[in-house]
């Protein structure tokens, strides 16, 4: 059952991802990347994070994937946007990493078999103790607000300076008349 | 039960998937959306170590991951809606301004 919910969820995954990057019109993509992101909340849930799965489908479905869909339809672009010239240069590129990566995963684990084994024996042997334990949500909020309170005030400082940002980049006349090349075309 | 190199080997596939975008795709927007699914892939990691490892603390930097991700969106996409403003393309070999 754990294993064909992973073969569910990890091919669609890697079908939309190809999708996200095949297909030629924009609006498309970012409906593979919709359908991406809920397939990757499902693997969270089938990897016991809970939580995770949630903030999943609000953050990114609900609030990037709709930034994106805004900004696709409000620029209205045209289809015809191909891809680069050294298409093939790219895809062997990615080939070879793909097979670099597939080996190195394979022999090492084959050089810390037990190793491995040893830590899933771990994680079984702690699952008993774990349904006794509070739940994702309880135990991720523990973590986040004592042992990494300083990291997540600091996340919230990128989210502030990106807020900023963001406003200062699309707001017109706030830079002065004088901004450079990117007005004059105008 | 799922080994831990199936989740290693899905998440480098998305990753070089995310990876191949950026190489080989003109449209901006389209890069920015490979961007979050490198992003996403390091996300499937995180979450498959934390759980294999026993360890929570994998699941918080996905929290982290994520702010950084909805930085960047809201960032990235504001740099796109001023360069359409200013050359109404959003082909990334129009935008030569910086070359000498």
């Known amino acids: ?186 | 039960m799922v080994p831990l190199s199936y989740y290693m080997i899905l998440s480098a596939i998305v990753f070089l998937t995310g990876l191949v975008g950026v190489l080989i795709r003109r449209n901006i927007i389209i890069l920015l959306l490979s961007i979050e699914l490198m992003l996403n892939a390091t996300n499937i990691n995180f979450v498959a170590f934390a759980y294999y490892l026993n360890n929570i603390a994998g699941q918080v930097f996905v929290f982290f991951a994520l702010t950084v991700a909805a930085a960047e969106v809201a960032v990235g996409l504001a740099i796109i809606l001023a360069l359409y403003r200013g050359k109404a393309t959003v082909n990334v070999e129009d935008l030569n301004m910086m070359k000498w």
């Open chain 1, 1 to 186: 059952m754990a294993t064909l919910s992973f073969f569910y969820f990890g091919g669609v995954i890697v079908l939309t991802a190809v999708l996200v990057v095949a297909l030629r019109n924009p609006i498309y993509s970012v409906i593979a990347l919709l359908l991406m992101f809920f397939h990757v909340a499902g693997l969270f849930i089938t990897l016991h994070a809970e939580f995770l799965a949630v903030v999943q489908i609000i953050v990114y479905a609900g609030a990037i994937l709709v930034l994106y869909l805004f900004v696709v339809m409000l620029l209205n672009l045209k289809r015809d946007d191909s891809y680069q010239r050294q298409v093939w240069l790219g895809v062997s590129l990615g080939l070879l990493g793909l097979a670099e990566i597939v080996y190195v995963v394979l022999t090492a684990g084959r050089a810390t078999g037990p190793a491995i084994a040893r830590t899933t024996q771990v994680a079984a042997a702690g699952a008993p103790a774990a349904s006794v334990t509070p739940g994702n949500t309880e135990a991720v909020g523990m973590a986040l607000y004592t042992t990494y309170l300083f990291p997540f005030e600091v996340a919230s400082l990128i989210l502030l300076v990106a807020m900023i940002g963001a406003i200062l980049l699309v707001k017109k006349g706030i830079m002065g008349p004088e901004a450079g090349p990117l007005r004059e075309s105008k």
